[in-house]
């Protein structure tokens, strides 16, 4: 039979920062974005998740444990 095992892996970050608008925080958000390097995200928190389907019978054998 023909299996597919599906993983994902997800990292995040949490930048705290002050402004003095909502649309200052807008703005200097959108910087921060942008301008953060991948490599950052290394130091982040890790979630990891996978699920197991099989493809002739079109069932899933387990599902994001």
Same mark, same amino acid.
């Given at each position: ?20 608008? !909502?649309? #200052? ?9 942008? &301008? +953060?390097?991948?490599? /950052?995200?290394?130091?982040? !928190?890790? #979630? ?9 019978? &079109? +069932?899933?054998?387990? /599902?994001?444990?």
């Amino acid at each position: 039979m023909n299996y597919c095992l599906t993983m994902e892996q997800t990292r995040r970050i949490a930048v705290w920062f002050d402004a003095d608008s !909502d649309e #200052e925080a807008e703005k200097k958000a959108r910087e921060i974005y942008h &301008n +953060t390097p991948s490599k /950052d995200f290394e130091a982040g !928190d890790d #979630e990891r998740d996978c699920a197991l389907s099989n493809r002739d019978t &079109n +069932t899933m054998v387990f /599902d994001w444990s």
